[in-house]
């Protein structure tokens, strides 16, 4: 007799349960829906994709999150689309940029790029423009973005990016050469130093290469080390050294930057040291 109230119990646990289950199934469902159509650029369609999964479940943070994140884009768009100002056009072209790269929708990266160097025409919107050329293997389109700049305009990160573009192109003689007179900027950044760690490896110099790559993972925060190490493992200039041991020897160069107990997050929302550290402490004054 107990055990069947035991067996009664349990039916009767488990038909409570499986309403929750059913509707976490749908907030689950409907999230993936939102981020396969954000992918797409569909931005409409993955806000009500991302709506549809926070109503489901309304105790689960990051579903609202995605769906406030995709409806300030769609805002900014629209700004974009009509804004006259050129520090405000620029300033939304670069905020939706940041999105873009961040969700990788290449594509309307390309489109946003292709604007900005139209208007700026510098060496910095030429660089952006040509990196989402390569990373869309568009390599013929990016070493022409690239030589068009006036040579009075050309820097050091669009000459080791050209370097980079040519041997993509099979033209490795010309990478050469540049390779063998770039020098890198005193004070130079990491990802300047990256960049040349890429050209020296495309121009078929390992030593100098991996050399500039611990150069740069040591100029890198620890927090953000990963998406430079995530890059490198697939990038075609490191191709011909990512199974040897100095290339992992290499990524595993620890960073001499010091860093607080900051998380290092985009924003200070859900870190456990909001309201602690001087960062957040300064916004809320």
């Given at each position: 007799?107990?055990?069947?109230?035991?067996?009664?119990?349990?039916?009767?646990?488990?038909?409570?349960?499986?309403?929750?289950?059913?509707?976490?199934?749908?907030?689950?469902?409907?999230?993936?829906?939102?981020?396969?159509?954000?992918?797409?650029?569909?931005?409409?369609?993955?806000?009500?994709?991302?709506?549809?999964?926070?109503?489901?479940?309304?105790?689960?943070?990051?579903?609202?999150?995605?769906?406030?994140?995709?409806?300030?884009?769609?805002?900014?768009?629209?700004?974009?689309?009509?804004?006259?100002?050129?520090?405000?056009?620029?300033?939304?072209?670069?905020?939706?940029?940041?999105?873009?790269?961040?969700?990788?929708?290449?594509?309307?990266?390309?489109?946003?790029?292709?604007?900005?160097?139209?208007?700026?025409?510098?060496?910095?919107?030429?660089?952006?423009?040509?990196?989402?050329?390569?990373?869309?293997?568009?390599?013929?389109?990016?070493?022409?973005?690239?030589?068009?700049?006036?040579?009075?305009?050309?820097?050091?990160?669009?000459?080791?990016?050209?370097?980079?573009?040519?041997?993509?192109?099979?033209?490795?003689?010309?990478?050469?050469?540049?390779?063998?007179?770039?020098?890198?900027?005193?004070?130079?950044?990491?990802g300047l130093a990256y960049a040349a760690a890429r050209l020296h490896g495309a121009a078929g110099d390992?030593?100098?290469?991996?050399?500039?790559?611990?150069?740069?993972?040591?100029?890198?925060?620890?927090?953000?080390?990963?998406?430079?190490?995530?890059?490198?493992?697939?990038?075609?200039?490191?191709a011909a050294m990512a199974s040897t041991a100095d290339f992992a020897a290499a990524l595993a160069t620890?960073?001499?930057?010091?860093?607080?107990?900051?998380?290092?997050?985009?924003?200070?929302?859900?870190?456990?040291?909001?309201?602690?550290?001087?960062?957040?402490?300064?916004?809320?004054?």
């Open positions: 007799m107990k055990t069947k109230s035991l067996m009664a119990g349990w039916v009767v646990a488990a038909l409570l349960a499986v309403p929750g289950l059913a509707r976490a199934e749908s907030a689950q469902e409907s999230f993936a829906k939102g981020e396969t159509l954000l992918a797409k650029a569909d931005f409409s369609a993955a806000l009500e994709a991302f709506s549809a999964a926070a109503r489901a479940d309304r105790t689960n943070q990051e579903y609202m999150q995605h769906y406030a994140m995709v409806r300030r884009v769609i805002s900014l768009r629209t700004r974009f689309e009509s804004e006259q100002d050129p520090q405000q056009w620029e300033y939304l072209a670069r905020a939706l940029r940041a999105f873009y790269a961040s969700e990788r929708i290449y594509p309307e990266i390309l489109a946003l790029d292709q604007k900005l160097h139209a208007r700026l025409n510098n060496a910095e919107s030429a660089v952006m423009l040509a990196e989402t050329q390569l990373s869309m293997e568009q390599n013929a389109e990016a070493v022409k973005t690239l030589s068009s700049l006036p040579a009075g305009q050309a820097d050091a990160a669009s000459r080791a990016l050209l370097g980079i573009a040519l041997a993509r192109t099979g033209k490795r003689d010309e990478t050469k050469q540049i390779a063998a007179a770039f020098a890198l900027p005193e004070g130079a950044g990491p390992a030593a100098k290469a991996l050399q500039l790559l611990k150069t740069c993972l040591e100029a890198v925060p620890a927090s953000r080390q990963e998406g430079f190490q995530t890059h490198a493992r697939t990038c075609p200039e490191f620890p960073s001499k930057v010091h860093e607080s107990k900051c998380s290092g997050g985009s924003s200070c929302a859900g870190c456990p040291m909001s309201g602690k550290c001087p960062k957040s402490q300064a916004q809320n004054r």
